[in-house]
């Protein structure tokens, strides 16, 4: 076991799964069927660009995508820096996404777990033009936005909005964060809602407002697309 953690965690091993899984997700992009919503989605945003993009843990895989190669769409993911992270961190650049390495704590202390630095890169990569996409869940607890993403909100001044990249067809894992393995030859709807602008300075009464209804968004726009992606509403 331990000769196969190490063989697991080496940079030709991550370099390998990362490139399978990148290809793997070209492939799935290119066999389904592009479903935009709203279809002026793109169109609407560029006033409001660079954006900062909330996501939610597990349903992330596809979000590659989501700048539907529009080279004014520059984007950079955050990624944890666990080595489970790496994998992914090569994948998104695989797929032309930039990475910035660290794991802010979204109850708002960026003093921990490479936060600092995280935060700082989110910060430096806005101010240079690029869209900034993480997860907003809280560390290990699914569907629940934490104060992060909107501290970083309220020191850049850039606007939140939510977003999902979903399949009609995928194989939902009995995970903590219930991820969503994307499977091709159906419908794949990329959603967004916003913007969602938080005031410069929040107190903490305004940061739980605005972090509850980022939560509120991100449930109903997810909810949204996979009933668009499934037939059962159009967009």
Do not use: C
Request: aromatic share 8%; proline share 5%.
């Amino acid at each position: 076991m331990k000769l196969l953690r190490r063989i697991t965690r080496t940079r030709g091993f991550k370099s390998a799964i990362g490139l399978i899984a990148a290809e793997y997700l070209r492939f799935v992009w290119k066999t389904n069927r592009v479903i935009i919503d709203p279809p002026d989605l793109y169109e609407r945003v560029e006033p409001d660009l660079p954006l900062i993009i909330a996501m939610w843990h597990g349903q992330h895989f596809m979000m590659p995508f989501l700048k539907k190669n529009r080279p004014n769409h520059r984007s950079k993911v955050l990624i944890s820096r666990h080595h489970d992270g790496d994998i992914n961190a090569i994948a998104a650049e695989r797929l032309g996404v930039g990475t910035i390495r660290g794991s802010g704590d979204h109850g708002g202390r960026f003093d921990r777990k490479g936060g600092v630095g995280a935060f700082k890169g989110m910060m430096d990569a806005l101010n240079q033009g690029y869209n900034v996409a993480l997860t907003a869940d809280v560390p290990k607890v699914a569907r629940v936005a934490g104060n992060g993403i909107i501290k970083l909100a309220s020191f850049s001044g850039r606007p939140i909005y939510a977003a999902a990249v979903v399949t009609s067809r995928r194989i939902e894992l009995n995970n903590w964060d219930k991820s969503a393995v994307n499977l091709p030859f159906g419908r794949i709807v990329i959603a967004a809602d916003g913007p969602i602008r938080v005031p410069a300075h929040a107190e903490d009464d305004v940061v739980e407002h605005y972090r509850s209804l980022v939560q509120d968004r991100l449930d109903a726009i997810t909810a949204r697309a996979y009933a668009i992606a499934e037939g059962k509403i159009k967009p």
